[in-house]
């Protein structure tokens, strides 16, 4: 397997953990009120920057489709912000841009 077919399969999983660790919430003050979860959703989201970071920099011009720096800058936020962090604005990424993110990984590994 590739460094990038690695990294790529990595993002996917913390992807599906995330996706598995916050199906039973209906709210993002539910969410955030039950630590184990949130927690663990967090350290995925590290995980996801970190695989990035792996990615070498002319793959990701190739597929700037992906917001790869920002997703990077979200990772930084929570591991150097975890205090600080927003519910509401996680729930909303959760929510709303897991799902595409997953779908366009999904279509990158199938090109290996």
């Not at 999983?13 to 184990?36: G, L, P, Q, R, V």
């Amino acid at each position: 397997m590739s460094k990038v077919t690695l990294s790529l399969t990595s993002i996917l999983e913390a992807i599906e953990k995330i996706e598995n660790y916050t199906k039973e919430f209906s709210t993002a003050d539910d969410f955030y009120h039950d630590e184990k979860s949130f927690d663990a959703t967090m350290m995925q989201f590290v995980v996801i920057g970190e695989m990035i970071s792996k990615l070498d920099e002319s793959f990701k011009k190739e597929h700037s489709n992906i917001p790869w720096q920002k997703i990077k800058g979200f990772r930084n936020i929570v591991a150097h912000n975890y205090f600080g962090i927003d519910a509401d604005e996680i729930w909303d990424i959760i929510k709303n841009r897991i799902k595409p993110l997953k779908s366009e990984i999904e279509d990158l590994i199938s090109t290996f």
